[in-house]
């Protein structure tokens, strides 16, 4: 028998309908698996890992993963997917060891991004720990991180 190919997106569409449904194809049963373990920084990391701001995503998501949620063939309600990805950015501990390490060298490049928005925000976690300097701009007095 061969290996599942979790690489293969049709895979979650045959088995996870959940995490197919998500746009981010976040591993939903890991994490709600977490939450129900009690470990909402683990849950947190692994959300992180297929979206950079869980914590907002479970304030503002359309939670496309709900309606395709295979609970509902056995109860009429779906998992509230979305509030427990809010649960586990909510009761996080720090988690910032757990982040790739910015290298002290940089590697001779700027990045300039507009706006302290979400999208800003990803860039600059994506391209931090390759080695740019970010420089971000914004008008308001705060970022658009949520505490």
Request: aromatic share 6%; net charge positive; proline share 9%.
């Amino acid at each position: 028998m061969q290996p599942t190919n979790t690489k293969d997106p049709q895979y979650y569409h045959k088995v996870v309908d959940c995490q197919w449904g998500c746009p981010a194809h976040t591993d939903v049963p890991g994490y709600i698996r977490h939450i129900a373990q009690g470990e909402y920084t683990q849950a947190y990391l692994l959300n992180r890992e297929s979206n950079v701001f869980p914590g907002i995503l479970g304030r503002v998501c359309d939670r496309p993963c709900e309606p395709v949620c295979r609970r509902v063939r056995v109860e009429e309600e779906p998992v509230a997917i979305c509030r427990l990805k809010r649960v586990a950015g909510d009761l996080k501990a720090d988690f910032k060891e757990h982040l790739p390490p910015i290298p002290k060298k940089k590697n001779g490049k700027r990045i300039a991004l507009i706006g302290a928005g979400c999208a800003s925000l990803t860039v600059a976690n994506d391209l931090l720990p390759l080695g740019y300097e970010i420089d971000i701009f914004e008008s308001l007095p705060k970022d658009g991180r949520v505490n």
